[in-house]
């Protein structure tokens, strides 16, 4: 897992444009550390699953054709099509509530806690 936090150039219009946005960021981010993990161990077999919780999003990126609703989102937004076009990621449907990073980045209560610190491996399942 990556993580980094700055100030976006865009605003997006939709939660399936910010979706869209962050899982392009996150291919960028995958594919580096894959040529990285390449430069320092045997390459790897499996491929790089991202998940993601918009339906919408997931169909965007899958589809790779342009539409009138997403014409406004920057060229350099649609690299995850290719990345995926080509075989380099995957991306799947993770529902809001299986999101495991949920517990370093929301307020949760008792049990998702406990759920989510199992995930991690922190707590035995």
Same mark, same amino acid.
């Given at each position: 897992? +990556? ?8 605003? /997006? *219009? ?7 946005? +962050?899982?392009?960021? +996150? ?5 580096? !550390?894959? @040529? !990285?993990?390449?430069?320092? #161990?045997?390459?790897? @077999? @499996?491929?790089? @699953? *991202? %998940?993601?919780?918009?339906?919408? /999003? ?8 342009? %539409?009138?609703?997403?014409? %406004? ?14 075989? =380099? ?10 999101? #495991?990073?949920? !517990? *370093?980045?929301? =307020?949760?209560?008792? =049990?998702?806690?406990?759920?989510? +610190? /199992?995930? *991690?491996?922190?707590?035995? /399942?």
């Amino acid at each position: 897992m +990556a993580w980094s936090s700055k100030k976006q150039p865009v605003v /997006a *219009l939709s939660t399936t444009e910010a979706e869209y946005i +962050a899982a392009t960021h +996150a291919t960028k981010k995958a594919l580096w !550390l894959h @040529t !990285l993990t390449r430069e320092l #161990t045997p390459p790897l @077999t @499996t491929l790089t @699953t *991202l %998940h993601c919780d918009n339906q919408s /999003a997931i169909t965007l990126s899958k589809d790779g054709q342009h %539409h009138v609703w997403t014409k %406004h989102i920057d060229i350099h937004f649609h690299f995850i099509c290719k990345a995926i076009e080509n075989g =380099s990621i995957t991306l799947v449907y993770c529902p809001t509530g299986s999101m #495991t990073v949920d !517990l *370093l980045t929301k =307020s949760l209560n008792c =049990s998702k806690t406990g759920e989510h +610190a /199992a995930g *991690l491996g922190l707590l035995p /399942a």
